[in-house]
């Protein structure tokens, strides 16, 4: 069983993700801010018991262990980023630099 970090848990690529790996065995952390993510994508995930969610905007570091990341945090809409670009390049950018320095640790 591999344990996976999900980013972006709660959209709709990401639950499915999420569905995916839970389905081959795999340990699943789900993580969203739901800033654009819905808590009903991901309540039927809740079942699974390999299943475990942490609400925590990326652009701030996190600690956790994991051997994969699955980085699909990012708020992909026209609405959204046209609202808050600032915002959209800091989950872009900040994200990023955190997820990899999650996995280089």
């Known amino acids: 069983?591999?344990?996976i970090l999900v980013t972006g848990a709660a959209g709709f690529i990401g639950s499915n993700l999420c569905e995916r790996l839970?389905?081959?065995g795999d340990e699943v952390i789900g993580m969203d801010n739901f800033y654009t993510g819905l808590k009903e994508n991901i309540e039927h995930l809740k079942s699974y018991k390999n299943f475990s969610f942490i609400e925590h905007d990326i652009t701030q570091p996190y600690d956790v262990e994991c051997e994969q990341i699955y980085n699909l945090a990012?708020?992909?809409?026209?609405?959204?980023?046209?609202?808050?670009?600032?915002?959209?390049?800091?989950t872009?950018?900040?994200g990023m630099l955190n997820m990899l320095e999650l996995a280089n640790e």
């Open 1 to 3: 069983m591999v344990k």
């Open 92 to 94: 872009n950018v900040l």
């Open 74 to 90: 990012c708020p992909a809409s026209p609405p959204y980023y046209q609202a808050d670009p600032i915002k959209t390049i800091k």
């Open 22 to 24: 839970l389905k081959n």
